[in-house]
């Protein structure tokens, strides 16, 4: 079966080519001996905010602490509410609990996964600090109606773009649109660092300032501290690593939605799309699909089926924000998720990196095509 296994990610398969520039600039960073922040992470921090169109971008030890720095950085704590989909990984409503504020979770849009927008809209109250609409799985949220709201509320828009480097809506990349994008490099991300690593854009001056001072726990000059922050910088070595994958980005990015534009066209020829729904890609949306995720009520099934015959999967998100066991307190838990639940329920992510090949991919459908049709047969004999 080995020789047959298609995993649900290679990153073998994305290190071998550029394994050379990976070596020579991680040397780079030991000769220097410069370890943490410094001239690596500078350069980095000025090619990324180029490629964004961002007129800062701040980097950072994790996504997850770029959530958080955000938060703290628009002086969000005790007393506030943060609006937030109901679906997604659990940094997203961590973070807000972390600095004291309550999240508040709102069911997702059954199509995209993203935020329901009319959701948001009568989620807010009095105490609504932020909205962090997630660009899911890659796929851009609806960001229009939540700018629009966000403004005439004066609220700040906080995008959590962890998965969605390089996507864009209605031609703007994503992260850039409200008051700070959040970004991850974690490896398994489209631009994957070799460990925890992460970006917090923006393009106000003043939120710029505030997130460096409190990414160095408050601290300018060395050793007085204006406020308490926290560790949240980015090591050179990481920074390193980034500055080679990114000059293949854009490449990386075609070559999954080559693959994702195949995987359609593969479904649609094994008359598979009335049994198993596939990812959207609404109008005025660029996805860059850090996940390939599709929906079948056999989910379960399918996923053991897959993983006997070689194939890696994996399912994002089992349980929805409103019953993690961390959150039963909030009034939040009493509330109905339908879209929520029946994502986490039937919602199951595929292989579908950049070096995936064609024939790995006519594996990957012929096997859910052989799964279907043999619950197809073992229905019609009962």
Request: proline share 5%; net charge neutral.
């Amino acid at each position: 079966m080995s020789e047959t296994r298609v995993p649900l990610l290679d990153l073998n398969a994305q290190y071998g080519p550029i394994r050379d520039e990976i070596l020579s600039a991680m040397t780079r960073v030991a000769d220097s001996q410069r370890f943490i922040m410094g001239p690596e992470v500078d350069a980095l921090e000025a090619e990324l905010a180029r490629l964004l169109g961002a007129r800062h971008a701040v980097a950072v030890s994790s996504g997850t602490d770029a959530l958080l720095l955000a938060l703290m950085s628009l002086g969000v704590g005790p007393g506030d509410e943060v609006v937030t989909s109901d679906y997604s990984f659990f940094a997203t409503a961590g973070a807000v609990v972390r600095v004291g504020a309550t999240p508040v979770f709102v069911d997702i849009d059954p199509e995209t996964f993203n935020v329901d927008t009319a959701a948001v809209s009568r989620a807010v109250t009095a105490r609504t600090r932020a909205i962090i609409p997630v660009h899911l799985f890659g796929l851009p949220a609806d960001l229009d109606p939540l700018i629009d709201l966000a403004a005439s509320l004066k609220i700040p828009l906080i995008e959590d773009a962890a998965q969605a480097i390089g996507a864009t809506y209605r031609g703007k990349v994503v992260g850039t649109l409200g008051a700070i994008g959040c970004f991850s490099f974690f490896p398994s991300k489209n631009l994957g660092a070799f460990g925890d690593a992460g970006l917090l854009t923006t393009n106000d001056d003043e939120l710029e300032q505030r997130a460096r001072l409190l990414r160095t726990h408050g601290m300018k000059p060395r050793y007085v501290h204006h406020v308490v922050g926290g560790n949240f910088r980015m090591d050179a070595l990481q920074a390193a690593v980034l500055r080679v994958k990114l000059r293949y980005l854009d490449g990386w990015t075609e070559g999954r939605r080559s693959n994702a534009a195949r995987y359609v066209e593969m479904f649609r020829r094994a008359g598979l799309t009335d049994r198993v729904r596939l990812p959207v890609e609404p109008s005025g949306t660029r996805h860059i699909y850090n996940q390939f995720v599709i929906r079948t009520p056999e989910r379960d099934d399918l996923r053991r089926y897959l993983d006997g015959r070689g194939i890696g999967t994996e399912i994002y998100y089992p349980v929805p924000f409103h019953r993690q066991p961390c959150f039963a307190g909030l009034s939040a838990a009493a509330r109905s998720y339908p879209h929520s639940d029946a994502a986490a329920s039937t919602s199951l992510a595929i292989p579908i990196y950049a070096e995936l090949t064609a024939a790995q991919q006519s594996r990957v459908v012929e096997s859910i095509a052989e799964y279907v049709n043999r619950a197809s047969a073992a229905v019609a004999r009962s």
